[in-house]
């Protein structure tokens, strides 16, 4: 039996492991003590970081063996985090091997899925990964059909990854079902009701994963959930704090990746790309981050670099969503013919894509609005919009509409991306530049100014070409009238 194989014994599943501390995810009523404990938690992750270290007089320092890399990646996708792409490969490798001789492992079966799973998702290959993961997770179900928590995990994993999020909702429930105490489903359940709208279930699905267990993975989840309420300031020091606490370089660049997200969201280019830096520092093929410091990059006017760091990330991960912000880049600087190199890659590797069984109608959606046929958009977001009615979809859609001279219903699709009490808590310069736009086609001229305002107060950079529009729409509006206000 190989090395890594010897560590399933200790790494045995959370129902069996003594329970650790509690906490709670925060109510309306108890944030501020959320907000000082997770800033209190944030604080000690800095000096962490920070490189403080104190020894005593005479003490050597002497680096602790670190594990394998199979078992260090095992860890990793067993609990949901990102492993270093060589790790994953060892640990794939070790497992395949072990399952030739050893076919009726159910355990291990599940997790050659899995791994399978975060393979796909960090290289986009997914039209070889995602099937090879399908593959392996349904032989551990038929190996093993009862009981079996771990590949019912994996499988609603899968589904998520796949956008397919009433899969991964009917597959995290069942595994639910099977092991209440297992906190590993519950992420996949918050990512599928997120994805289907089901937003009231979200908090309570988070409350029930911080009863259960605490650390890195569960932070960075609740800031997920934070950021989708509009509490930016807990979601950024959820995300310092398990940056701090990661247990290997990948873990740590992931977490940094979203707290470059979260910042480049608020409009602050200079933190981002921070970030973004240090995420690929740690983890040389975060390609994520690298897309991110493309983003912050042009934002801050160094366009050379940024395209260097798109082409970089599109070469190694070529992401739809990735090939079409590289060709919106293009089209800023007027250098029409590259863009359309870009804007060729999305649909080719949607179509990719669609191979692993992904579900990229949104992304294609979004790319036909602005430069291709906005009445397919309208078609495939409505399709859409039925399969899995989230936040998202319903921005998509609104704008789709309004690019295809449908503003009235547009207008109802606007209002459920941003109107919290819709759903649309999320503080986004995109919906709000949406909403503003359709608003000012509607000739209702305030609300189109209070929108494409937030817009750009939010993130003035958002679009290199959506947020020059909003500018100029809102200078075209001018000032509202001195009138005296209705009764």
């Known amino acids: 039996m190989d090395s890594t194989m010897k560590t399933e014994a200790a790494d045995r599943p959370p129902e069996d492991r003594p329970p650790e501390p509690e906490t709670s995810a925060p109510r309306a009523g108890a944030r501020s003590r959320v907000r000082r404990r997770v800033l209190l938690g944030a604080l000690a992750g800095c000096l962490v970081l920070g490189g403080i270290l104190v020894l005593l007089p005479g003490e050597e320092r002497r680096p602790a063996p670190g594990p394998a890399p199979g078992a260090q990646a095992h860890s990793a996708v067993r609990t949901g985090v990102a492993a270093a792409l060589p790790d994953l490969a060892a640990l794939i490798g070790e497992r395949e091997t072990y399952l030739r001789t050893h076919p009726r492992d159910a355990r291990t079966w599940a997790v050659l899925g899995s791994a399978y799973v975060e393979q796909g998702r960090r290289t986009a290959d997914v039209a070889v990964f995602y099937p090879r993961a399908e593959r392996a997770l349904r032989t551990s179900l038929k190996v093993r059909p009862q009981g079996n928590a771990e590949a019912l995990i994996g499988l609603a994993a899968l589904a998520n990854a796949r956008r397919d999020f009433r899969a991964a909702k009917s597959w995290g429930e069942a595994a639910r079902a099977l092991a209440p105490k297992r906190w590993t489903t519950y992420p996949q359940l918050i990512d599928a009701y997120t994805g289907l709208g089901e937003y009231k279930k979200v908090p309570a699905t988070l409350d029930t994963l911080m009863e259960l267990r605490s650390g890195p993975a569960v932070k960075a989840?609740?800031?997920?959930?934070y950021r989708d309420l509009g509490w930016r300031e807990d979601a950024a020091a959820a995300l310092s704090d398990a940056a701090a606490g990661a247990s290997s370089p990948a873990e740590e660049a992931a977490w940094q990746e979203r707290a470059g997200q979260l910042a480049w969201e608020r409009g602050d280019r200079e933190a981002a790309l921070r970030h973004f830096r240090a995420a690929v520092r740690l983890d040389p093929d975060q390609r994520a981050a690298q897309a991110g410091q493309g983003r912050a990059l042009a934002a801050l006017g160094r366009t050379s670099e940024a395209l260097n760091a798109y082409q970089v990330a599109v070469a190694a991960q070529p992401q739809p969503q990735y090939a079409l912000e590289l060709g919106e880049l293009y089209e800023s600087m007027g250098l029409k013919e590259a863009a359309q190199v870009q804007y060729d890659l999305v649909r080719e590797r949607v179509r990719a894509d669609a191979a692993g069984g992904v579900d990229?109608?949104?992304?294609?959606?979004?790319?036909?609005a602005d430069h291709g046929d906005p009445a397919s958009a309208v078609r495939r977001l409505r399709a859409e919009w039925r399969r899995q009615p989230g936040i998202a979809v319903a921005d998509a859609l609104g704008w789709a509409l309004h690019r295809a001279?449908?503003?009235?219903?547009?207008?109802r699709f606007a209002v459920i991306a941003t109107d919290e009490a819709h759903g649309g808590a999320v503080r986004s310069a995109p919906y709000s530049y949406h909403r503003g736009m359709i608003e000012r086609d509607l000739k209702r001229y305030g609300p189109a100014r209070r929108f494409l305002e937030e817009a750009l107060r939010i993130n003035?950079?958002?679009?290199?070409?959506?947020?020059?529009?909003?500018?100029t729409a809102l200078t075209e509006l001018g000032e509202p009238p001195l009138t005296d206000p209705p009764s």
Not at 360 to 368: A, D, N
Not at 460 to 471: G, K, Q, V
């Open 221 to 225: 989840r609740a800031a997920a959930v």
């Open 360 to 368: 990229g109608e949104l992304v294609l959606g979004q790319f036909e």
């Open 405 to 411: 001279g449908q503003d009235k219903e547009a207008l």
């Open 460 to 471: 003035p950079y958002f679009s290199p070409l959506h947020a020059r529009t909003a500018r």
